[in-house]
């Protein structure tokens, strides 16, 4: 499929899909203000759908940024739902804070201002719906590793970058930069975990979906 075809069903797409609600649509334009990364507008959708179907109120976020993917999920969500939401820079946090308030969700989503690691290696919680990855990309396998043992059966981790550009799909090169080459590492262990039913799907920046089957 070209480039043009590509980009045509990218509009028909956006303009066939409804406008996302306003504050998604100012956290966006914040975003790009700032340079901040946030997950792409159809990753949102996706991670709405998942939380409809599963009508999942256990979620822990590893990488909250400006809230942007947890409010998708908390929009999402039934009214007795959790939110937790990991990220130790506390200045971009405040900010995600203060949309929170603003959609009202505030107290449906815990801020944890710690390092992920540290934060999952004795999270209390367990039988998760959703563990949401999209931290530091060298660390992706550690955030698996020990989330997927706080899932419930059939719960889902859903993990963003898993393409980075495309640049995984490249032939590996000695210059290639580090999150490359740990996301190349971290899509084949993903992919044939034995306690994961998993995949990539090329939405977005390349989304992995897994189900805990064991």
Known sequence: MNDIVLESIERYLETTHPAPHPLLL???????????????RET?????????????NRILEVGTAYGYSTLWMAFAQPPVGTIWTIDVDR??????????ERAGESDSIEVLNQPALEVLENFPHRNLDIVFIDADKTEYRNYLDLAIPRLKRSGLVVVDNCLWSGRVANPGKPDDDEETRAL??????????????????PLGDGTGIGARVR
Request: glycine share 6%.
């Open 184 to 201: 190349r590492d971290f899509n084949r262990y993903f992919l044939s975990h034995p306690d994961l039913s998993a995949t990539i799907v």
């Open 91 to 100: 200045k971009r946090t405040e900010i995600a804070r203060s949309f929170f």
């Open 26 to 40: 100012e956290v966006e334009e914040r975003g790009r203000a700032d340079g901040i990364p946030i997950v792409s």
């Open 44 to 56: 949102g959708r996706l991670l709405a759908t998942l939380v409809h179907a599963m009508q999942a």
